[in-house]
């Protein structure tokens, strides 16, 4: 079998393509806070990776090929060729792809957050000027003696 027709390759060139999309679209959300921006993003992730089971019918009587594919595909080519039965179960798990993205999204905000610091009272609040062990330092001036 050549190359160009493998099951994986095909897999394999989908993974990277969809790795792509996600980030030139994080990218493209770099307006939005990181609250909106994480969360969205993985929604559009869980949407491409959720997979989903087909069936097509092949040119013998009562054949059919069973496989794999994304399920927002699956709910596509069954909505444009009118399937109600293919339509259901791929909709169904395109929802959940994009409800589990969504959540780890919030998932990552929540963890990247990170403790906030408190800032005493005498101290700026950017951390300029202490050091090591909070002592205020003096920054060198140059021409005054």
């Given at each position: ?21 996600l980030l ?13 921006r ?8 869980g ?14 009587d ?23 039965d ?28 990170g ?23 003096r ?7």
């Open positions: 079998m050549p190359i160009t027709e493998s099951m994986s390759l095909l897999w394999l060139s989908y993974g990277v393509l969809s790795l792509v999309i030139t679209g994080y990218l493209g959300l770099a307006f939005l806070p990181r609250l909106l994480l969360p969205i993003t993985w929604l559009v992730a949407v491409m990776w959720m997979p989903a089971r087909f069936q097509l019918p092949l040119l013998e009562g054949d059919v090929y069973t496989g794999f594919a994304p399920a927002v595909v699956v709910a596509a080519v069954a909505f444009l060729e009118r399937n109600a293919a339509l259901m179960p791929a909709l169904v798990l395109t929802l959940l792809g994009a409800g589990l993205g969504a959540l780890f999204g919030l998932l990552l905000w929540w963890r990247g957050r403790p906030s610091k408190s800032v005493s009272p005498g101290e700026p609040e950017n951390g300029a000027g202490v050091g090591p062990r909070g002592a205020v330092r920054e060198p001036v140059v021409g005054q003696g």
